[in-house]
């Protein structure tokens, strides 16, 4: 894990029964506490559809070396010691950079080449840029520049990640994940 690069943490939890409310104000103190911490981007929690599937929380830092920080610090030693009795079992996964767009629902394999996800994510993102300047470019043109990158940017980002990114790695799976020929 490159020292310069975000780095995503999913933990999986399947929590005790019946102690869902207390998993969730423990989570929550957590992440709170975590967020005092160099490099803290952001973090999220997914609740299970069902009773007994795991929770999810989804955390981010600048670098690997500020997660490392978080990570080994005393405060969440502590916490998480608090909240053994409300954990059954956990499981982590850590990715960087562009691999978050790559992953897919059941592979284990590793991410693909770097240079594979660049040219997927190269050309995506060009596409959408072309096709949002299309259908609206025109009428932002008397806009700050500020003001025109976000209206492009953000819904770039949004059907990145949400809509663009799950279909295209589904679809390219064989040749992204393909072995490398010698």
Request: charged share 15%; with cysteine; aromatic share 10%.
């Amino acid at each position: 894990m490159s020292a310069a690069e975000p780095v995503t943490v999913t933990v999986a939890r399947r929590v005790a029964p019946g102690r869902e409310d207390d998993f969730a104000a423990w989570s929550n103190g957590l992440t709170a506490a975590a967020t005092a911490f160099p490099g803290y981007l952001g973090a999220g929690m997914l609740r299970p559809s069902r009773v007994g599937e795991p929770w999810h929380v989804v955390f981010r830092f600048d670098s690997g070396e500020h997660l490392r920080q978080w990570e080994t610090s005393p405060e969440r030693a502590v916490i998480l010691a608090a909240g053994e009795e409300l954990v059954h079992h956990t499981a982590t996964q850590r990715v960087t950079g562009l691999e978050t767009w790559f992953a897919l629902p059941g592979r284990t394999a590793p991410a693909p080449p770097r240079w594979k996800m660049f040219a997927v994510s190269a050309a995506c993102i060009y596409g959408l840029n072309l096709v949002l300047t299309l259908l609206y470019g025109w009428a932002l043109a008397a806009w700050l520049l500020p003001l025109r990158l976000l209206v492009v940017s953000v819904p770039v980002t949004a059907l990145m990640t949400w809509l663009v990114m799950p279909h295209t790695a589904r679809l390219l799976q064989n040749w992204l994940y393909a072995p490398t020929r010698r």
